[in-house]
């Protein structure tokens, strides 16, 4: 089944820096935002390849580059580029649920 979509979120000061989706129900435990990066976890309702079949489609949708992907049965993990940004989505299961770490940060070196 398809996971929806909804919006992080975030501090307007940290605005710039999301432009990643959280799935449809997803509860954020955590946000951190420090200078250039962002970090958020959450809890989902849905299976693991749900939710990593989601971030492959919808981050594509949003512009980035997938540049490695892993899924086990338990974990999974999306690294992610654009010119300026790198995301990292690491996806595991926790009792019974989906837990997402998704950290973005600027990149250091910006791809010519």
């Known amino acids: 089944m398809p996971v ?13 820096l999301v432009d990643v989706s959280l799935p449809l129900g997803a509860v954020v435990k955590e946000f951190n935002h420090l200078h ?12 693991l390849q749900d939710i990593a079949d989601f971030y492959m489609r919808d981050n594509e949708q949003l512009g980035w ?30 009792y019974g649920r989906s837990v997402v770490d998704i950290h973005i940060s600027n990149r250091i070196m910006p791809l010519e």
Request: charge should be negative.
């Open 4 to 16: 929806e979509t909804i919006a992080i979120p975030v501090h307007s000061v940290a605005s710039e």
């Open 36 to 47: 250039d990066c962002m970090m958020v976890v959450c809890e989902c309702s849905q299976p």
């Open 65 to 94: 580059r997938v540049m490695s992907q892993c899924t086990t049965e338990r974990h999974a993990s999306l690294v992610c580029e654009k010119p300026r940004r790198i995301c990292v989505i690491s996806m595991r299961t926790d």
